[in-house]
């Protein structure tokens, strides 16, 4: 292999790092270099880049002292793994990285048994059940457990958005945001549920999605006991209870409990309707009330009443409905104590205390409690009847109107009077012959 020559020069590179105390693993990696006396042939050592032996060599051991155990001089890295070929400055390195081959985890918790590969990685974790969050915000006093958590904490104090998007130039404070956000452009949906098949952009919507099937709603309201499947619906839920409104519109003030309610209020200012249906071109201000709107064209309705069976387009609608079974009324008025199952109902009936009418008629000026009576209301200036009768092919202006004449070929006489049984189409006309009664 070497001539006596050689091989006393090779004993010479190697003296500074010869000892009786620890042995040291090495191998071939793309740390060094070394000659041959005539031609030219590149070998790689973790050791050293200094000229060791002109042949190759595999693993072999040698004796360093332990102050060499932070560094060898020429930037070397003596440990190296047999299984991919990566070096480390210290042994203690190479043993913790090469638990990844073994999977190898000796370090449990006590409390809940989980198990870690690193000792400092099972610290972090015990905070989890001790509470503890050494590491404070210095600027809002805000505590962590973790020292990297604090680090991105920092950036929105400092305004600090290193990571950024390519394609839309978007900036955010933490890469797994930007990772996330890719997915937008990309339409990469990685995260697949095993029992229906949908799919998501983000591990956490994964997660809640899951829920759907399993029923589980861990969250729970502690001031009424409603139970959540998503944490985000429950902080939502509170402000309930709260009367917390915490945003509002820079243009008229008005506040709400949900931030998205806020970014769908704004289109009002704007006009703004990004979202049209490709079946009718209808366009929303929402991608919430599209998907609802294009179920008029499918006919979907996913969401049934496990009482009674009716389904529904809108989940909210489904909430709603149940409430005629349960009979539950949470929306009350403050000033008469009338209460309502929608809140909806509930801020439509306010307007009778504070006569409101903010709906206003671009025609005429007139203005209404309701849009729903706008509307009905524009008709008379437009001349619109999109109610028709498909027995006469006579057309209205409203639905209840529609309802009340089909009844002429029905011959439907839902109205009935309690003291002599006449029955009537129209509940105007059973009041009015209720009037003959209080006559006699």
């Known amino acids: 292999?070497?001539?006596?020559?050689?091989?006393?020069?090779?004993?010479?590179?190697?003296?500074?790092?010869?000892?009786?105390?620890?042995?040291?693993?090495?191998?071939?990696?793309?740390l060094g270099r070394m000659d041959r006396e005539n031609n030219e042939t590149e070998q790689s050592f973790c050791l050293s880049p200094n000229p060791v032996c002109h042949t190759e060599v595999q693993v072999l051991?040698?004796?360093?002292?332990?102050?060499?155990?932070?560094?060898?001089?020429?930037?070397?890295?003596?440990?190296?793994?047999?299984?991919?070929?990566?070096?480390?400055?210290?042994?203690?390195?190479?043993?913790?990285?090469?638990?990844?081959?073994?999977?190898?985890?000796?370090y449990v918790c006590g409390v809940c048994g989980k198990a870690f590969s690193q000792s400092s990685v099972l610290s972090k974790h015990r905070r989890i059940h001790t509470g503890e969050k050494p590491y404070e915000c210095n600027e809002c006093g805000k505590a962590f457990r973790v020292s990297s958590d604090l680090a991105q904490h920092h950036k929105i104090h400092t305004g600090e958005k290193p990571h950024e998007c390519g394609e839309c130039r978007k900036a955010f404070t933490q890469l797994s945001h930007l990772i996330q956000h890719q997915r937008i452009h990309t339409g990469e949906r990685p995260y697949v549920c095993a029992l229906c098949g949908?799919?998501?952009?983000?591990?956490?919507?994964?997660?809640?999605?899951?829920?759907?099937?399993?029923?589980?709603?861990?969250?729970?309201?502690?001031?009424?006991?409603?139970?959540?499947?998503?944490?985000?619906?429950?902080?939502?839920?509170?402000?309930?209870?709260?009367?917390?409104?915490?945003?509002?519109?820079?243009?008229?003030?008005k506040a709400f409990s949900d931030r998205s309610v806020l970014i769908q209020h704004h289109n009002v200012h704007t006009g703004e309707k990004p979202y049209e249906c490709g079946e009718c071109g209808k366009t929303f201000s929402h991608r919430s009330t599209l998907m609802n709107h294009e179920r008029i064209h499918t006919e979907e309705k996913p969401y049934a009443c496990y009482e009674c069976g009716k389904a529904f387009v809108q989940h909210s609608h489904l909430i709603q409905h149940q409430r005629v079974h349960t009979g539950e009324k949470p929306y009350v008025c403050g000033e008469c104590g009338h209460a309502f199952s929608a809140r909806r109902s509930l801020i439509q009936h306010e307007r009778i205390h504070t006569g409101e009418k903010p709906f206003q008629c671009s025609e005429c000026g007139?203005?209404?409690?309701?849009?729903?009576?706008?509307?009905?209301?524009?008709?008379?200036?437009?001349?619109?009847?999109?109610?028709?009768?498909?027995?006469?092919?006579?057309?209205?202006?409203?639905?209840?109107?529609?309802?009340?004449?089909?009844?002429?070929?029905?011959?439907e006489k839902p109205y009935e009077c309690g003291e002599c049984g006449r029955a009537f189409n129209q509940h105007g006309h059973l009041i009015q012959h209720q009037r003959v009664h209080r006559r006699l």
Not at 1 to 30: H, M, R, W, Y
Not at 89 to 101: D, K, N, P, V
Not at 199 to 226: D, I
Not at 368 to 384: M, P
Request: charged content about 20%; proline content about 5%; hydrophobic content about 25%.
């Open 198 to 253: 949908k799919a998501f952009n983000h591990s956490t919507v994964l997660r809640s999605h899951q829920r759907v099937h399993t029923g589980e709603k861990p969250h729970g309201c502690a001031e009424c006991g409603k139970s959540f499947s998503v944490k985000r619906t429950l902080l939502q839920h509170q402000r309930v209870h709260t009367g917390e409104r915490p945003y509002a519109c820079s243009e008229c003030g």
């Open 61 to 106: 051991s040698q004796k360093v002292p332990a102050a060499q155990h932070q560094a060898v001089p020429g930037g070397g890295r003596p440990y190296m793994c047999t299984e991919c070929g990566k070096c480390f400055g210290r042994s203690s390195h190479l043993l913790q990285h090469q638990r990844i081959h073994t999977g190898e985890k000796p």
């Open 1 to 30: 292999c070497e001539t006596k020559g050689e091989k006393q020069n090779a004993d010479l590179s190697l003296k500074p790092f010869i000892s009786e105390e620890i042995t040291v693993i090495l191998g071939k990696t793309p």
């Open 366 to 411: 007139k203005a209404f409690s309701l849009k729903a009576t706008l509307i009905v209301h524009r008709r008379t200036h437009t001349g619109e009847k999109p109610y028709e009768c498909n027995s006469c092919g006579k057309a209205f202006s409203q639905y209840s109107v529609l309802i009340q004449h089909q009844r002429i070929h029905t011959g």
